[in-house]
């Protein structure tokens, strides 16, 4: 038997559509593996999923953080397996759904990252190298590293864990997973993309990146660095158009897509499951639960 199931996939495929008609129909609940999703008031942004949208189903891991506090891939396994430990006590099925990759990479394989400490005197010494050569650095010690090159804050504290410190395998938790990852035509994905980012504009996008800039006054804040934000803040400081703003996070969202494609490399084994519709789709994961349970 399955403890815990999780829905990884890339952005705009419908992976929270699916996992709320997955858990109602076995009885479920969700746990968000999305690093946007954790922080209140940034919800255009985040494609966060809305009270009608959850359908009376019972979600986990949204709105636990504000936009300046610091929330790491550690944090994210300690807060999931309390809530798989509470769920699974009502004789419920967790249901984990998110693209964040290195958050279902760490809760399946039990990674703790948060024993390295921060150091200082460390981070001072990468302050004169680039984005660029702080990424060779983390490859030339772990070569199958996939991570955000544009994210300075994750690289360093990656590249401060990788020398100063060790990954620990967390024995405390034992859950079996089945991962399911839903594709779709890269075409397709591109398109929803492009349209969903039109439609959180037109739903007040900007006013929330206003809101996080007037927050978020210190260069290290995380929700700052997060796509759908960060884009449009040069024209929020007239540096460039909306139109030109609006290009680059069209862009920087379908390259996050190829990443998460990219990313099913970290994983041992998952099942693809093309979508075909919501309802099509839950119908087919669901059926192969069943034929795995026997």
């Known amino acids: 038997m399955v403890d815990v199931i999780i829905i990884y996939g890339p952005t705009a495929v419908g992976k929270s559509a699916i996992a709320v008609q ?32 959850m359908d009376g189903i019972k979600h986990y891991l949204i709105d636990i953080k504000q936009p300046w506090e610091d929330y790491s891939v550690s944090d994210f396994c300690i807060d999931a397996n ?40 460390f981070r001072s010494k990468l302050q004169n190298y680039t984005n660029s050569e702080i990424y060779q650095q983390i490859l030339s010690i772990n070569p199958n590293e996939i991570i955000d090159k544009e994210n300075r804050h994750r690289l360093i504290r ?55 800039q007037s927050e978020c006054t210190f260069k290290d804040c995380l929700a700052m660095k997060a796509i759908g934000y960060k884009e449009l803040f040069p024209f929020l400081n007239n540096e460039k158009s ?29 099942t693809k499951v093309d979508f075909i519709g919501v309802k099509e789709t839950t119908i087919k994961i669901k059926q192969i639960l069943e034929e795995q349970n026997g």
């Open 22 to 53: 997955l858990a109602k129909a076995i009885n479920g609940e969700i746990i968000s593996a999305d690093s946007k999703q954790i922080y209140k008031k940034l919800d255009i942004g985040s494609a966060k999923v809305t009270k009608e949208e």
């Open 242 to 270: 909306l139109e030109e703003c609006t290009e680059i996070l069209k862009q920087k969202s379908r390259n996050y897509a190829k990443r998460q494609f990219t990313f099913l490399n970290q994983f041992k084994s998952y």
């Open 158 to 212: 990656r590249l401060e864990c990788l020398t100063l410190g060790t990954q620990n395998i967390n024995n405390d938790f034992k859950y079996t997973y089945k991962l399911f990852v839903i594709s779709d035509e890269r075409q397709k994905i591109y398109d929803r993309i492009n349209n969903r980012v039109d439609k959180m504009l037109k739903d007040g996008l900007l006013d929330e990146a206003k809101m996080l």
């Open 82 to 121: 309390k809530a798989i430990k509470n769920i699974l006590s009502r004789n419920k099925t967790p249901i984990i759904v998110g693209g964040t990759g290195l958050y279902i990479k760490g809760l399946i394989e039990g990674y703790s990252f948060g024993n390295t400490a921060k150091d200082i005197d």
